[in-house]
């Protein structure tokens, strides 16, 4: 399956499974095949597109892009609004939607888990950490005030202190994110749409995570699924969780719109790839590639 396909079948995955029940095709499970092996589900940590894509099911940046109007734009995902900017391009305000929760977790003792900004302050953080050696440094490095100085005495020490007061990375409140850049830099906001930028809850990294921090067979998110079997490079089980969040959602007519477009292109990708996809979850895929499958919530 091509990646224009691959990527066809995700955007209906979330589009289709947004519809009203009555409007929801009649096939739930969709059905995707990856050419080559995934390494792993840790937004921070995975480099490669496949696990990307998967990722992106799992965790939430704070924006998005909306690709059905044109021009294509940035819109809020689990910010509440656009950021707001100061004059000289190099403070960002930026307030995190109340209301959205981390699926359930036995590291979370049974209480909902909320998302705050401090969450965000230590996912870009992890990215900037050299142990964690993440592909998705070159967005964020050195655009913040003082991160240089933390990395380096990471470097020198072995440690990087996560706790360490860095002016440009701060929570100015529980849902108040505030970043203090060295220079003014637009690009910031397109990459603040990227998967390697969604939230993580510190106390999953630190109860899963292994000798480089990493956690790639542990994903906890806030997004729409969660990971509900795995055999690398085999098989990769997608299930929805139940909706507990209070993101903006997409007007009617443009949730519509999206949800038509994806399900028809998934079914003209579906039927091009009839050969070579994957039916059943039990079943090995061929050669080095990867059964994936998103199942409806039962």
Request: hydrophobic share 35%; aromatic share 10%; glycine share 6%.
């Amino acid at each position: 399956m091509s990646q224009r396909a691959i990527a066809g079948a995700l955007c209906a995955a979330l589009a289709c499974a947004a519809l009203p029940a009555a409007a929801q095709p009649v096939d739930k499970v969709i059905h995707a095949e990856f050419p080559i092996a995934e390494t792993g589900f840790d937004p921070q940590a995975a480099g490669d597109i496949y696990s990307t894509y998967v990722n992106r099911m799992i965790f939430d940046p704070l924006y998005r892009y909306s690709y059905l109007v044109r021009p294509f734009k940035v819109e809020p995902n689990t910010a509440t609004a656009l950021p707001q900017i100061s004059a000289d391009g190099k403070t960002w305000t930026i307030k995190v939607r109340p209301g959205i929760y981390f699926m359930d977790d036995p590291v979370f003792k049974g209480k909902k888990r909320e998302l705050t900004a401090a969450d965000y302050v230590y996912s870009i953080k992890r990215i900037l950490d050299p142990k964690m050696r993440s592909n998705s440094v070159i967005l964020i490095e050195g655009r913040f005030v003082g991160a240089d100085a933390v990395v380096a005495k990471a470097k020198e020490t072995g440690k990087f202190d996560y706790d360490a007061p860095m002016e440009g990375l701060k929570a100015l409140d529980r849902y108040t994110l505030q970043f203090t850049l060295n220079f003014p830099d637009y690009e910031m906001l397109a990459n603040l749409t990227s998967t390697s930028l969604g939230a993580v809850a510190r106390e999953v990294i630190e109860a899963y995570g292994d000798n480089n921090g990493w956690t790639m067979a542990n994903p906890v998110g806030t997004g729409p699924y969660k990971l509900k079997d795995w055999r690398r490079s085999q098989r990769i089980v997608l299930a929805t969780i139940a909706i507990r969040t209070a993101r903006t959602p997409p007007t009617a007519q443009s949730s519509r719109r999206s949800a038509d477009a994806s399900c028809r292109s998934s079914r003209r990708s579906r039927s091009r790839s009839s050969r070579r996809r994957i039916r059943g979850s039990s079943r090995s895929s061929r050669g080095s590639s990867t059964s994936f499958r998103w199942e409806p919530r039962t």
